[in-house]
C-alpha cells in the first residue's frame, strides 16, 4: 500500500507557472509508477502524466504536452508536476496516482489503484 498527498494547489494568473508536489509514503516509492490526473467541475476526468519507476519514461496527456513536466526523486519520495504557461482551462483539482504498472497509454479511465485526495489549481484570466 503507498498513501498520497497533493501539496501545492493555488491560484496563479494566465501565462505563469506553478508546481505541484504529491508525497508518498508506505511502500517503496520506486516501485510504482506515478501518475497525474485532473477534474474541472462538470467535466470528465483527464490524465495529465505519468513517469515510469526511475523517472527515465514519461507520458503526456495532448493537452499539457510542451507545457507540463513530470518528475520524481525517488530519495524523497516525491514526484512533481511542472505546469507552465498555464491557461484558464487547466483550472482543475489535480490529483496523484500511484501503480505498480507503468502502462505505455494512460487516458482519463485508466484505472490506478492509489490515489491521492487531490489539491485545487485556479488559473485567472
Known amino acids: 500500500q503507498v498513501q498520497l498527498v497533493e501539496s501545492g494547489g493555488g491560484s496563479v494568473q494566465a501565462g505563469g507557472s506553478w508546481r505541484l508536489s504529491c508525497a508518498a509514503s508506505g511502500r517503496t516509492f520506486s516501485s510504482y509508477a506515478m501518475a497525474w490526473f485532473r477534474q474541472a467541475p462538470g467535466k470528465e476526468r483527464e490524465f495529465v502524466a505519468a513517469?515510469?519507476?526511475?523517472?527515465?519514461?514519461?507520458y503526456y496527456g495532448d493537452s499539457v504536452k510542451g507545457r507540463f513536466s513530470i518528475s520524481r526523486d525517488n530519495a524523497k519520495n516525491t514526484v512533481y508536476l511542472q505546469m507552465n504557461s498555464l491557461k484558464p482551462e487547466d483550472t482543475a483539482r489535480y490529483y496523484c496516482a500511484a501503480d505498480v504498472l507503468y502502462r505505455s497509454s494512460y487516458t482519463g479511465l485508466t484505472v490506478m489503484p492509489y490515489w491521492g485526495k487531490g489539491t485545487l489549481v485556479t488559473v485567472s484570466s
Open positions: 513517469i515510469n519507476f526511475g523517472g527515465g519514461s514519461t
